[in-house]
């Protein structure tokens, strides 16, 4: 249900994309009622020393185009996410605050250091070296959506539209839809009904 955009211009492996994603999924769905299954992360990469990058010119190759301004100034090193959340008044800014301070959390350990414990994120001798998280910000405009063959939710009501839906997310994963195995096992192990 909630969407997270992660846009970075330093280049991630494929390891830390999966860190980050199953970390991201996993805060968001202990955080709130979300089953890990509707959490969705992305990520956009912009190369911003690739000479697409710097000119205007169409190319072929897969580099984003994707110029970050701050303060009127471009940014060449810029790693931000974007959380599309569903809001309410089950939802406390405090919670939200709180959100957006672990999700730096989990940039910091798994870009910044590598999973190594104990740092703030600056390598004091280094500097932050472009690798920091610029910004977290949730918009809480996510007034509707379809996923998966399902309209989802408001916030605050997960547990009554699972219930409403559980003998579909059952069939479906009868049927061999693996996700929707994992699914009504989440449910049942995490006491979501």
Not at 66 to 82: D, F
Not at 138 to 147: P, S
Request: hydrophobic share 30%.
């Amino acid at each position: 249900m909630p969407l997270y955009e992660i846009r970075h211009t330093t280049p991630l492996t494929p390891t830390q994309c999966d860190r980050l994603a199953s970390s991201l999924t996993n805060l968001h769905s202990t955080k709130f009622s979300t089953p890990k299954f509707f959490v969705n992360v992305v990520f956009f990469f912009s190369d911003q020393n690739s000479t697409s990058a710097s000119n205007n010119s169409s190319t072929s190759d897969s580099t984003s185009t994707t110029r970050t301004y701050v303060g009127g100034k471009q940014l060449q090193e810029n790693n931000y996410i974007v959380a599309n959340v569903r809001s309410g008044p089950s939802r406390t800014q405090k919670e939200w605050d709180g959100l957006c301070e672990e999700v730096v959390k989990i940039w910091e350990g798994i870009v910044c250091h590598d999973g190594k414990d104990g740092n703030d994120g600056i390598d004091e001798k280094k500097g932050d070296d472009g690798k920091g998280l610029r910004a977290v910000f949730v918009m809480g405009g996510l007034i509707a959506g379809w996923e998966a063959g399902f309209v989802i939710p408001k916030a605050g009501e997960d547990g009554e539209w699972l219930k409403k839906n559980l003998g579909e997310f059952e069939r479906r994963a009868r049927l061999g839809e693996g996700m929707f195995g994992d699914l009504v096992e989440e449910i049942g192990e995490r006491g979501l009904l």
